[in-house]
């Protein structure tokens, strides 16, 4: 069975802190993909990064950055000198080789992160 | 600009009455889906539809209907069987390749009394 855990329901920091939003995930596949998607207040999920099983290389863009550890099955999402823009509810996704998931994202349950000024 | 349009942005029902939700897509998308959103639940899959005139029921189809008959267009009928209604839904395409990101519209909230 696939699975995505964001144990975290809830985050509040003030703003300029560092935040680490956790992700761990469930897979029997060898190749298999991790998306991260952000849904600000209006509604619409807004894709951030999509990481391959085989590609560890961590990435950084701008003030965000993502840490795969195949070894843990995890795929944190770290927000450097937060913004209260990105105050918003945060999805970490798993995507399972075609055939057997057919296209079909699982999506942990989110992660709220408020950031206060 | 390309992208996915879902309206209304809000809808009331009175319990019992059907509803159809509306999706639209310009992006040229050939697959579609729907998905639920509760608090504390995340996203649901409801329906999918990976080619015209073709769909799948997704992990939650009950008491749900769609419908494909143009690329554009993947309308969701929230039928009186559904015995909790009230709800966020969203719809997504993608793009050609399995693993492309989806592209989601804003959402329309659904409540029904």
């Known amino acids: 069975a696939q699975k995505v855990t964001q144990a975290q329901t809830e985050i509040s920091v003030v703003e300029k802190e560092d935040v680490t939003l956790d992700c761990v995930y469930e897979?029997?596949?060898?190749?298999?993909?991790l998306f991260w998607y952000k849904q600000p207040p209006s509604g619409e999920l807004v894709f951030l990064i999509r990481?391959?099983?085989?590609?560890?290389q961590n990435e950084i863009s701008g003030r965000y950055s993502w840490n795969f550890q195949k070894s843990t099955s995890s795929f944190n999402f770290t927000i450097t000198a937060s913004q209260v823009v990105d105050s918003a509810v945060y999805f970490c996704?798993?995507?399972?080789?075609?055939?057997?998931?057919?296209?079909?994202?699982?999506f942990g349950k989110g992660t709220k992160l408020s950031v206060k000024p | 600009d390309g992208g996915i349009t879902q309206s209304p942005k809000y809808l009331f029902r009175k319990e019992g009455q059907n509803v159809t939700l509306s999706c639209e897509q310009n992006l040229n998308h050939d697959a579609m889906y729907w998905y639920r959103q509760d608090p504390g639940q995340g996203l649901r899959l409801i329906y999918y539809?990976?080619?015209?005139?073709?769909?799948q029921k997704g992990d939650i189809a009950e008491g749900y209907s769609v419908s494909r008959e143009k690329k554009e267009s993947f309308p969701l009928t929230v039928t009186s069987a559904q015995k909790n209604p009230t709800a966020f839904y969203l719809c997504a395409s993608r793009g050609q390749l399995f693993n492309s990101p989806l592209h989601f519209g804003n959402g329309t909230r659904l409540t029904v009394t």
């Open positions: 897979t029997r596949d060898t190749t298999y993909y």
């Open positions: 539809s990976q080619i015209v005139n073709d769909f």
């Open positions: 990481r391959n099983s085989f590609d560890e």
């Open positions: 996704a798993l995507l399972g080789d075609y055939g057997g998931s057919q296209g079909n994202l699982i």
